[in-house]
């Protein structure tokens, strides 16, 4: 079964998030990145999940007119081999964790 490998990888999105969620998460001890507004084409080779503190973000994903919203206090989980597109609106400042490769 064929399929563009894209296709079964999706973004979730878990809008604001308790303070006991984000405690649980340790997020404050995540590393912190951020970006100023434009296009930005991203490949993911490990998941990542994320905590938007200011920005907000329209993902597509790569081959698709298709996107997700995402923005300030939005926890964002995104699957290992997604490839896509960042178009920022508002400038990003996040907390950020990629997942341990196994491999």
């Known amino acids: 079964m064929?399929?563009?490998s894209n296709s079964n990888l999706r973004i979730t999105i878990e809008s604001n998030p308790s303070e006991p969620?984000?405690?649980e998460l340790?997020?404050?001890c995540w590393p912190k990145w951020g970006c100023s507004p434009g296009k930005y084409q991203l490949k993911f080779d490990a998941e990542e999940t994320c905590y938007?503190?200011?920005g907000k973000v329209k993902a597509y994903t790569k081959g698709s007119s298709e996107f997700v919203e995402?923005?300030?206090g939005d926890l964002v989980t995104i699957p290992k081999?997604?490839?896509c597109t960042w178009d920022v609106s508002i400038a990003v400042?996040?907390?950020y964790k990629f997942e341990?490769?196994?491999s």
């Open 100 to 102: 341990a490769s196994s």
């Open 21 to 23: 969620r984000l405690a």
């Open 70 to 72: 995402f923005g300030a």
């Open 26 to 28: 340790n997020i404050k």
């Open 81 to 83: 081999g997604l490839s």
């Open 52 to 54: 938007l503190l200011k």
């Open 2 to 4: 064929a399929s563009d």
């Open 93 to 95: 400042d996040k907390y």
